[in-house]
Nanobody, 127 residues
């Protein structure tokens, strides 16, 4: 599956952004999806993930209550709605996918658990 992120940009602290991740080349509903981010000089970190049907989500503590992951399987697209943005949210945001051969889903947080990655989209939050 190929993944393409979009929606990044420059926003002031306290503002909002909605990132999108468009998938192609696979059966989207067979993939658990996730968002990660990587700030300069830091390791890639988990942001949030969503189950195959979209009925279950999980978030890093750093974004819980401010971010919402959703997906539209009819449009082969995942979203990350980010509100109350802070300068420390500045990073390149990546979407990732993990194929599930069954309907048993687990909310993996490790980047090594995901097989497919997008190219990333830059989010910059100014203070």
């Amino acid at each position: 599956v190929q993944l393409v992120e979009s929606g990044g940009g420059l926003v002031q602290a306290g503002g909002s952004l909605r990132l999108s991740c468009a998938a192609s080349g696979g059966t989207f509903s067979k993939y658990g999806m996730a968002w990660f981010r990587q700030a300069p000089g830091k390791e890639r970190e988990f942001v949030g993930c969503i189950s195959l049907s979209g009925g279950s989500t999980d978030y890093a503590d750093s974004v819980k209550g401010r971010c919402t992951v959703s997906r539209d399987n009819a449009k082969n697209t995942m979203y990350l709605q980010m509100n109350s943005l802070k300068p420390e949210d500045t990073a390149v945001y990546y979407c990732a996918a993990r194929y599930y051969s069954s309907n048993y889903y687990y909310p993996y947080r490790g980047s090594q658990e995901y097989e497919y990655w997008g190219q990333g989209t830059q989010v910059t939050v100014s203070s």
